[in-house]
């Protein structure tokens, strides 16, 4: 085919005034065509996408490159990082004849850069701490973490209510279970008159949901210092923006915390960003590397609020990347939304990868120079069939792509390093350690200890009347000793009283 229409038909194609993010450049029948560079608007980056291929294909490399280019444009990124092997984009990559051969293709330079990065964790493996409260996700998202129904759903709301009219706040989950066993005991008589009834059989199934997601790890996540979403925003000194990489290798068993904090980040970065406007360039784009992850189990109502965030999060400038190894892993609805669309090589073993690869090209848009469905399993590694959003917003031509390599390390920093990016970090001093407030929990812990304190004082009250009539209605001279005697029981009673609460409290 003639390969000079060729370069003008993507050339026209890829056009853009403002600023733009080279990824590589179109083949047509096995060639390279130097010249015919793929480029992407930075203005349509809060238009999400996806980047989808086999293993080994070269997915998690497309998003270094994406993720670096980004910062070297002055936008902060941030990234999931489940398999752990994205660390090494902290340090410059190595000029290697095959990445030369490479960049000669596409007529790009290769030049090596290592970028600012914080290393993040939702466990207690080091880097900055990543922490939400109870109390900011609200009762709704709260509620759909758990995947309640509407009944347990309205008691939920009821305790976020009470705490609120009695000024105290639900940081973490010591604070949520508390509440719900105050108002199934000591408080239920006082609940019930301002809020009505509330059924046992709801406190017992939500406190048995939270247990599950506390067995997940969810007990360390939840607390003080929350994470402050500006704090992802960073440029550095060079005006490069920051890469914040949250390492989950250690969460990968544990999808119900992974999805409760993808949602909690994605809702407060929706409250706290103001309306974007038309401004030309996104201010955060989010990568999510094996995305399948937060997909494959996450409940029905879940999944329809990351799709209405997905939706709406766009007006706030941030884009959203999901790196999987088939579309089908990424719900219709958010499918449906994607601006950048990348394909790497996908293997046709089976009748079903047959089926899957067919229904991927359809996807696509009809391109005169490919047949989709075939260049698809022919693609090499770092290879991609790319489709993209112009500066109008309307899709680019189909072009597969010779992909450009890494500027940083195509590997992961070793503990050392890792050491001395956390130990220069003002975000791992800033979120370090846990702050014990005082929250629910304390104020309904006091609050028990008074109403049981009454209680056995009240009860003393009672045997001191009981031993006066006695006393009364027996020999009168032995009144002294009768008195001191009685003393001793009401002490007793009082000490016996105050052990009791004291076992309670100790058995929490
Ligand atoms: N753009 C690229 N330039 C050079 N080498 C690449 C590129 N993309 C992928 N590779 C090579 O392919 C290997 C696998 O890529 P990777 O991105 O880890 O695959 P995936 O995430 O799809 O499993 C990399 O370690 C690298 O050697
Ligand atoms: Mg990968």
């Known amino acids: 085919m003639d390969s000079t229409n060729f370069l003008n038909y993507i050339n026209k194609g890829y056009e853009t005034s403002g600023d733009s993010i080279i990824l590589g450049a179109a083949m047509l029948d096995g060639e390279t065509i130097p010249d015919a560079h793929i480029k992407i608007p930075l203005k349509t980056l809060n238009r999400h996408g996806l980047i989808a291929g086999a293993t080994g294909t070269g997915k998690t490399k497309t998003l270094q490159v994406l993720a670096e280019n980004l910062s070297d444009n002055g936008i ?15 340090e410059p990559g190595e000029v290697k004849p095959f990445i030369t051969e490479r960049h000669a293709k596409i007529n790009i330079p290769y030049t090596t850069k290592g970028f600012p990065v914080e290393l993040m964790s939702l466990s207690e493996q080091d880097g900055v701490r990543l922490r939400a409260t109870v109390s900011e996700f609200g009762p709704v998202l709260f509620s759909r973490i758990l995947d309640l129904n509407d009944t347990q759903s309205g008691v939920i709301s009821v305790i976020f209510k009470y705490c609120s009219d009695h000024t105290m706040t639900l940081v973490d989950l010591k604070d949520i279970k508390k509440a719900i066993q105050y108002i199934t005991e000591e408080g239920k008589a006082e609940i019930e008159k301002e809020y009505g009834r509330i059924s046992t059989s709801s406190t017992g199934s939500i406190l048995r949901k939270i247990v599950e997601l506390e067995q997940q790890g969810a007990d360390v996540f939840f607390g003080e210092t929350s994470f402050d979403i500006n704090d992802l925003m960073r440029i550095d000194e060079n005006g490069n923006g920051y890469i914040n990489i949250i390492r989950l290798t250690d969460i990968q068993d544990k999808p119900k915390l992974f999805s409760t904090f993808m949602l ?11 309306e974007q406007g038309d401004s030309g360039r996104p201010e955060l784009v989010i990568f999510i590397d094996e995305a399948h992850l937060i997909f494959n189990q996450a409940s029905k109502t879940l999944l329809d609020q990351i799709e209405n965030i997905v939706k709406l999060i766009r007006s706030k400038g941030v884009g959203l990347f999901f790196v999987t190894q088939n579309p089908t892993d990424v719900p219709n609805g958010v499918l449906s939304q994607l601006g950048l669309k990348i394909q790497h090589a996908l293997r046709a073993f089976t009748a079903n990868d047959r089926k899957a690869i067919k229904m991927t090209a359809e996807n696509y848009p009809i391109s005169e120079y490919y047949k989709t469905d075939e260049i698809i399993t022919q693609l090499g590694t770092g290879e991609a069939l790319i489709t993209a959003l112009n500066e109008k917003g309307i899709p680019t031509p189909l072009a597969a792509t010779m992909l450009r390599t890494p500027m940083s390390r195509m590997d992961i920093l070793t503990p050392d ?26 104020v309904l812990t006091k609050r028990t200890e008074a109403s049981e304190q009454a209680a056995a004082q009240q009860e003393a009250q009672k045997q001191e009347e009981k031993q006066q009539k006695t006393t009364r209605s027996s020999d009168s001279g032995s009144g002294q000793i009768q008195k001191s005697v009685l003393k001793v029981v009401t002490s007793a009673t009082f000490i016996k009283g105050a052990m009791n609460l004291l076992t309670k409290l100790f058995k929490k």
């Open 76 to 90: 902060p990124v941030l990234m999931m990082d489940i398999k752990g092997d994205l660390s090494g984009i902290a």
């Open 264 to 274: 909690s980040l994605l809702t407060k970065i929706y409250n706290r960003l103001p």
């Open 417 to 442: 390093e890792i050491s001395a990016v956390n130990s220069k970090s003002k975000l791992v001093r800033k979120y370090k350690d846990t702050i014990e407030t005082e929250s629910a929990f304390e």
